[in-house]
């Protein structure tokens, strides 16, 4: 059992490159969602979706794009990155039906620097 | 943005104390969640908390969800070398977005054997 796969772990940019992180999980579950983790400042919602075809802004959804084509698999699109964008990013996901729970599954996160 | 305070921000403990953390907030919360995470690992759910008053235990842990709605605490019995990392609460706001789960900024927990 997989649970949440992230690609690829490690990745470097050049400012104003575009790239994707993968998200894929095998649990069959209805929420997904897209964190990054910078020093000091937690983990902060970038996007989440609550199923297939729906998805929706967190706090700090600028510079990021996302679709949700298959309830397995989330990417999270840097259309032009910025050096605001080195980060640890996690996706996550839960079980949920009308409301989520907030018991999340985390991947092993994606470490972005752009420089 | 809503903010949860979480402290402290750090801890050095020695191996067989235990250890405490909270997080407060000025808001109203559904749902408080205790999350560890281990060095270049993502968090992993030790506690969730849904009522208010709850108080759950894992193992060596114990969390309760205050009877303001409005703060949760974390607690570790004798401390052992494999408590190291950081420590994140977690809460969903009442009223809130659906798909916003708040995190606290961490506690760091150091164990010295």
């Known amino acids: 059992n997989a649970g949440v796969t992230q690609t690829p772990k490690f990745q470097v940019l050049k400012t104003g490159q575009s790239m994707t992180l993968q998200c894929a999980q095998d649990m069959n579950h209805e929420y997904m969602s897209w964190y990054r983790q910078d020093p000091g400042m937690g983990l902060r919602l970038i996007h989440y979706s609550v199923g297939a075809g729906i998805t929706d802004q967190g706090e700090v959804p600028n510079g990021y794009n996302v679709s949700r084509s298959t309830t397995e698999d989330f990417p999270l699109r840097l259309l032009s990155a910025a050096p605001s964008q080195t980060s640890v990013y996690f996706c996550?996901?839960?079980?949920?039906?009308?409301?989520?729970?907030?018991?999340?599954?985390f991947g092993e996160g994606s470490r972005l620097t752009v420089l | 943005g809503q903010q949860l305070n979480q402290s402290p921000q750090s801890m050095f403990i020695q191996e067989g104390e235990d250890v405490s953390m909270n997080c407060t907030s000025s808001s109203i919360f559904n749902t408080w969640l205790w999350y560890k995470q281990d060095p270049g690992e993502g968090p992993v759910l030790l506690i969730a908390?849904?009522?208010?008053?709850e108080l759950t235990s894992n193992g060596r842990l114990t969390a309760q969800f205050g009877i303001t709605r409005k703060d949760s605490f974390l607690n570790i019995s004798a401390s052992i070398p494999s408590d190291v990392g950081i420590y994140f609460c977690?809460?969903?706001?009442?009223?809130?977005?659906?798909?916003?789960?708040?995190f606290g900024k961490g506690t760091k927990l150091s164990v010295k054997p």
């Open positions: 996550a996901s839960s079980y949920s039906t009308r409301i989520n729970t907030g018991e999340l599954f």
């Open positions: 908390l849904y009522k208010a008053g």
């Open positions: 977690a809460g969903q706001l009442y009223g809130g977005s659906q798909g916003n789960l708040i």
